[in-house]
Protein backbone atom coordinates (compact mmCIF):
# COMPACT_ATOMS: atom_id res chain seq x y z
CA UNK A 1 0.00 0.00 0.00
CA UNK A 2 1.54 3.58 -1.31
CA UNK A 3 2.91 5.32 2.28
CA UNK A 4 4.19 8.98 3.33
CA UNK A 5 7.55 9.12 3.92
CA UNK A 6 9.18 11.17 6.23
CA UNK A 7 12.86 12.29 6.83
CA UNK A 8 14.97 12.06 8.82
CA UNK A 9 12.90 10.25 11.65
CA UNK A 10 14.82 12.17 14.38
CA UNK A 11 16.57 15.52 13.78
CA UNK A 12 18.54 17.03 16.72
CA UNK A 13 18.97 21.17 16.29
CA UNK A 14 20.39 24.05 18.38
CA UNK A 15 18.32 27.22 18.93
CA UNK A 16 18.47 29.55 16.36
CA UNK A 17 19.13 27.33 13.62
CA UNK A 18 17.35 26.26 10.33
CA UNK A 19 16.07 22.48 9.82
CA UNK A 20 13.93 21.24 7.01
CA UNK A 21 12.17 18.50 7.13
CA UNK A 22 11.08 16.83 4.51
CA UNK A 23 8.53 14.41 3.13
CA UNK A 24 7.43 12.42 0.41
CA UNK A 25 3.53 12.27 -0.03
CA UNK A 26 1.46 9.76 -1.84
CA UNK A 27 2.15 10.11 -5.41
CA UNK A 28 -1.22 10.49 -7.11
CA UNK A 29 -2.77 12.83 -3.99
CA UNK A 30 -3.40 16.23 -4.78
CA UNK A 31 -3.21 17.72 -1.34
CA UNK A 32 -0.37 18.18 1.68
CA UNK A 33 -0.28 19.26 5.02
CA UNK A 34 1.71 19.10 8.07
CA UNK A 35 0.59 19.04 11.88
CA UNK A 36 2.78 18.88 15.36
CA UNK A 37 2.55 17.43 17.97
CA UNK A 38 4.19 18.46 20.97
CA UNK A 39 4.63 16.00 23.90
CA UNK A 40 1.40 15.53 25.96
CA UNK A 41 0.10 17.70 23.74
CA UNK A 42 -3.03 16.99 20.90
CA UNK A 43 -1.81 16.66 17.10
CA UNK A 44 -2.17 20.30 15.65
CA UNK A 45 -2.62 21.25 11.86
CA UNK A 46 0.28 23.57 10.83
CA UNK A 47 -0.49 24.04 6.80
CA UNK A 48 -2.19 22.45 3.76
CA UNK A 49 -0.66 23.26 0.35
CA UNK A 50 -2.46 22.11 -3.16
CA UNK A 51 -1.58 23.64 -6.58
CA UNK A 52 1.56 25.04 -5.43
CA UNK A 53 0.30 27.24 -2.74
CA UNK A 54 -0.82 27.20 1.03
CA UNK A 55 -4.57 26.72 1.20
CA UNK A 56 -5.16 27.22 4.81
CA UNK A 57 -2.76 27.96 7.70
CA UNK A 58 -3.08 28.09 11.38
CA UNK A 59 -1.93 30.80 14.01
CA UNK A 60 1.29 28.56 15.38
CA UNK A 61 2.61 28.75 11.35
CA UNK A 62 3.82 32.05 11.27
CA UNK A 63 6.96 33.53 9.91
CA UNK A 64 9.41 31.31 10.57
CA UNK A 65 7.71 28.67 9.20
CA UNK A 66 8.01 28.29 5.03
CA UNK A 67 6.21 25.29 3.02
CA UNK A 68 7.68 23.81 -0.29
CA UNK A 69 7.21 21.37 -3.25
CA UNK A 70 11.02 22.13 -4.84
CA UNK A 71 10.08 19.05 -7.38
CA UNK A 72 7.18 16.76 -8.30
CA UNK A 73 7.76 14.38 -5.54
CA UNK A 74 8.98 16.10 -2.25
CA UNK A 75 6.84 18.89 0.45
CA UNK A 76 9.58 20.33 2.78
CA UNK A 77 9.12 22.27 6.06
CA UNK A 78 11.75 24.59 6.84
CA UNK A 79 11.95 26.44 10.38
CA UNK A 80 13.98 29.29 9.71
CA UNK A 81 15.31 30.01 13.37
CA UNK A 82 14.06 27.30 15.58
CA UNK A 83 13.23 27.74 19.44
CA UNK A 84 12.71 25.47 22.07
CA UNK A 85 8.77 25.42 22.26
CA UNK A 86 9.22 24.15 18.36
CA UNK A 87 10.26 20.85 19.95
CA UNK A 88 7.72 18.06 18.86
CA UNK A 89 6.88 15.69 16.60
CA UNK A 90 6.09 17.04 12.81
CA UNK A 91 3.95 14.67 10.87
CA UNK A 92 3.31 14.90 7.11
CA UNK A 93 0.35 14.38 5.61
CA UNK A 94 -1.39 14.01 2.12
CA UNK A 95 -4.87 13.65 0.78
CA UNK A 96 -5.97 12.73 -2.78
CA UNK A 97 -8.99 15.31 -3.46
CA UNK A 98 -9.32 17.31 -0.81
CA UNK A 99 -12.81 17.64 1.03
CA UNK A 100 -14.24 15.02 2.63
CA UNK A 101 -10.69 13.10 1.90
CA UNK A 102 -8.96 10.73 4.70
CA UNK A 103 -5.55 12.26 5.39
CA UNK A 104 -2.38 9.60 5.23
CA UNK A 105 -0.09 10.20 7.76
CA UNK A 106 3.97 9.95 7.52
CA UNK A 107 5.85 8.53 10.73
CA UNK A 108 6.80 11.66 11.46
CA UNK A 109 9.99 13.34 12.28
CA UNK A 110 11.10 13.98 15.91
CA UNK A 111 12.71 17.60 16.25
CA UNK A 112 14.18 18.63 19.23
CA UNK A 113 15.67 21.72 19.56
CA UNK A 114 18.53 21.95 22.52
CA UNK B 1 -8.70 24.74 22.07
CA UNK B 2 -11.29 22.28 23.13
CA UNK B 3 -13.11 22.16 19.42
CA UNK B 4 -13.04 18.30 19.92
CA UNK B 5 -12.47 16.37 22.96
CA UNK B 6 -12.06 12.71 24.74
CA UNK B 7 -12.85 12.51 27.84
CA UNK B 8 -11.32 8.87 28.76
CA UNK B 9 -7.59 9.15 28.20
CA UNK B 10 -7.40 5.48 28.83
CA UNK B 11 -10.02 2.21 28.33
CA UNK B 12 -9.23 -1.14 28.90
CA UNK B 13 -11.20 -3.64 27.43
CA UNK B 14 -10.98 -8.16 27.60
CA UNK B 15 -10.56 -9.78 23.78
CA UNK B 16 -13.62 -10.58 22.04
CA UNK B 17 -15.82 -7.89 24.15
CA UNK B 18 -17.02 -4.58 22.54
CA UNK B 19 -14.96 -1.72 22.85
CA UNK B 20 -16.63 1.64 22.80
CA UNK B 21 -14.47 5.07 22.52
CA UNK B 22 -16.70 8.49 22.80
CA UNK B 23 -15.59 12.21 21.14
CA UNK B 24 -17.49 15.17 22.23
CA UNK B 25 -17.53 18.09 19.62
CA UNK B 26 -18.31 21.85 19.94
CA UNK B 27 -18.61 23.73 16.58
CA UNK B 28 -21.29 22.96 14.65
CA UNK B 29 -20.09 23.96 11.77
CA UNK B 30 -17.79 20.53 11.52
CA UNK B 31 -19.43 18.12 9.09
CA UNK B 32 -16.50 15.45 8.47
CA UNK B 33 -15.31 13.11 11.09
CA UNK B 34 -12.99 10.83 11.31
CA UNK B 35 -11.00 8.00 13.58
CA UNK B 36 -7.24 7.65 13.76
CA UNK B 37 -5.64 5.09 15.27
CA UNK B 38 -1.60 5.52 16.66
CA UNK B 39 0.94 3.11 17.83
CA UNK B 40 3.87 4.19 18.99
CA UNK B 41 6.58 5.88 16.82
CA UNK B 42 4.02 5.60 13.77
CA UNK B 43 1.95 8.56 12.51
CA UNK B 44 -1.99 7.95 12.76
CA UNK B 45 -3.13 5.60 10.75
CA UNK B 46 -6.97 6.06 9.26
CA UNK B 47 -9.65 3.83 10.65
CA UNK B 48 -13.13 5.14 9.25
CA UNK B 49 -14.54 8.37 8.49
CA UNK B 50 -18.35 9.47 8.37
CA UNK B 51 -20.02 12.69 7.18
CA UNK B 52 -22.52 14.67 8.91
CA UNK B 53 -25.43 13.70 6.47
CA UNK B 54 -25.20 9.92 7.95
CA UNK B 55 -25.49 8.88 11.35
CA UNK B 56 -23.69 5.16 11.22
CA UNK B 57 -20.42 3.71 8.95
CA UNK B 58 -19.68 0.73 9.44
CA UNK B 59 -16.28 -0.87 7.74
CA UNK B 60 -15.66 -4.64 9.53
CA UNK B 61 -15.33 -5.24 12.51
CA UNK B 62 -15.40 -1.21 13.39
CA UNK B 63 -18.66 1.16 13.36
CA UNK B 64 -18.66 4.98 14.04
CA UNK B 65 -22.05 6.61 15.09
CA UNK B 66 -22.83 10.29 14.69
CA UNK B 67 -25.60 12.10 17.07
CA UNK B 68 -25.41 15.56 15.71
CA UNK B 69 -27.98 17.00 18.00
CA UNK B 70 -25.60 16.16 21.17
CA UNK B 71 -22.46 16.99 18.77
CA UNK B 72 -21.09 13.31 19.79
CA UNK B 73 -19.41 10.83 17.86
CA UNK B 74 -18.18 7.18 19.00
CA UNK B 75 -16.42 4.79 17.58
CA UNK B 76 -17.39 0.61 18.87
CA UNK B 77 -14.62 -2.40 17.70
CA UNK B 78 -16.27 -5.31 17.51
CA UNK B 79 -15.05 -8.05 18.40
CA UNK B 80 -11.50 -6.21 19.98
CA UNK B 81 -8.55 -7.98 19.07
CA UNK B 82 -5.18 -7.43 21.41
CA UNK B 83 -3.73 -5.72 18.09
CA UNK B 84 -6.19 -2.94 17.97
CA UNK B 85 -4.46 -1.52 21.56
CA UNK B 86 -3.22 2.12 20.44
CA UNK B 87 -4.47 5.19 21.09
CA UNK B 88 -7.23 6.34 19.18
CA UNK B 89 -8.07 9.83 17.65
CA UNK B 90 -11.22 11.61 16.76
CA UNK B 91 -11.05 14.27 14.24
CA UNK B 92 -13.00 16.84 12.76
CA UNK B 93 -13.32 18.95 9.78
CA UNK B 94 -15.60 21.90 8.75
CA UNK B 95 -17.04 22.62 4.97
CA UNK B 96 -14.48 25.59 4.74
CA UNK B 97 -11.49 23.20 4.11
CA UNK B 98 -9.48 20.34 5.32
CA UNK B 99 -7.95 21.40 8.12
CA UNK B 100 -8.55 18.67 11.09
CA UNK B 101 -9.06 19.47 14.88
CA UNK B 102 -8.09 16.47 16.42
CA UNK B 103 -9.25 15.29 19.62
CA UNK B 104 -6.64 14.55 22.84
CA UNK B 105 -6.68 10.34 21.90
CA UNK B 106 -7.87 7.17 24.02
CA UNK B 107 -5.60 5.05 25.03
CA UNK B 108 -7.19 1.08 24.12
CA UNK B 109 -5.29 -1.30 25.65
CA UNK B 110 -7.07 -4.81 24.92
CA UNK B 111 -5.96 -7.63 27.35
CA UNK B 112 -6.01 -11.39 25.98
Known amino acids: EPEVTQTPSHQVTQMGQEVILRCVPISNHLYFYWYRQILGQKVEFLVS????????KSEIFDDQFSVERPDGSNFTLKIRSTKLEDSAMYFCASSGTGRNSPLHFGNGTRLTVT | DQQVKQNSPSLSVQEGRISILNCDYT??????FLWYKKYPAEGPTFLIS?????DKNEDGRFTVFLNKSAKHLSLHIVPSQPGDSAVYFC???????????FGGGTRLMVKP
Open chain 1, 49 to 56: FYNNEISE
Open chain 2, 91 to 101: AASNNAGNMLT
Open chain 2, 50 to 54: ISSIK
Open chain 2, 27 to 32: NSMFDY
